[in-house]
């Protein structure tokens, strides 16, 4: 998937924990985007972060979730004190530029991490 | 707010035979609609992006088409490798970079 890499893929943590979820986006791309896919669900937006600043978190939980993409290093999305509701995949996507700013602009998503709570 | 909607959530072909996938949207203002390819246990494969009304793109067995109110996927003589959930999501004015997503359609073709 063009170079998005997630880790870790599979992730299991008990009820109360955090869960630390990493992306890298494509070489060169310093727009991040998470979004999460729950079973029977279809993708949905949680946050849009470049370097060091958070765009657009109108799809994240209040609380309990966090995310940054520091200047050096991946970005990270956190979970603490996690509820078996948080169970989901949570995929990152890149692009190079904002989407929408030129044509044939286009996000590429990664693998995925899969988060299963017990 | 934007909505997305898919149908058939599920759709089984036989080998070479041609259907099409819809894609519904209501949106304030189309920056863009795009089209991925999800298999089991992966994250969406990238297909095409789509502008404005009248537009087509075409690659190997896909084109896709758009209109002021849907987007189509049509298959030409799929093949089971083409088994995969496709994808649909509109990019609106005024949201942003975020993409709003349909649930999907599921294709199944059968050898």
């Known amino acids: 998937n063009a170079g998005v890499m997630q880790n870790p893929r599979h992730l299991v943590r008990r009820r109360g924990q955090e869960a630390r979820l990493r992306c890298s986006p494509v070489k060169g791309h310093s727009h991040v985007y998470w979004y999460r896919q729950l079973p029977e669900e279809g993708l949905k937006f949680m946050v849009y972060l470049q370097k060091e600043n958070i765009i657009d978190e109108s799809g994240m939980p209040k609380e309990r979730f966090s995310a940054e993409f520091p200047k050096e290093g991946p970005s990270i999305l956190r979970i603490q004190q996690v509820v078996r509701g948080d169970s989901a995949a949570y995929f990152c996507?890149?692009?190079?530029?904002?989407?929408?700013?030129?044509?044939?602009?286009?996000?590429?998503f990664g693998e995925g991490s899969w988060l299963t709570v017990v | 707010e934007d909505q997305v909607t898919q149908s058939p959530e599920a759709l089984r072909l036989q080998e070479g035979e041609s259907s099409s996938l819809n894609c519904s949207y209501t949106?304030?203002?189309?920056?863009?609609l795009f089209w991925y390819r999800q298999d089991p246990g992966k994250g969406p494969e990238f297909l095409f992006t789509?502008?404005?009304a009248g537009e087509e793109k075409e690659k190997e067995r896909l084109k896709a088409t758009l209109t002021k109110k849907e987007s189509f996927l049509h298959i030409t003589a799929p093949k089971p490798e083409d088994s995969a959930t496709y994808l649909c999501a509109v990019h609106s004015t005024g949201a942003n970079s975020k993409l709003t997503f349909g649930k999907g359609i599921t294709l199944s073709v059968r050898p």
């Open positions: 996507a890149s692009s190079h530029t904002q989407v929408g700013l030129l044509s044939g602009n286009t996000i590429y």
């Open positions: 949106v304030s203002g189309l920056r863009g």
């Open positions: 789509l502008y404005s």
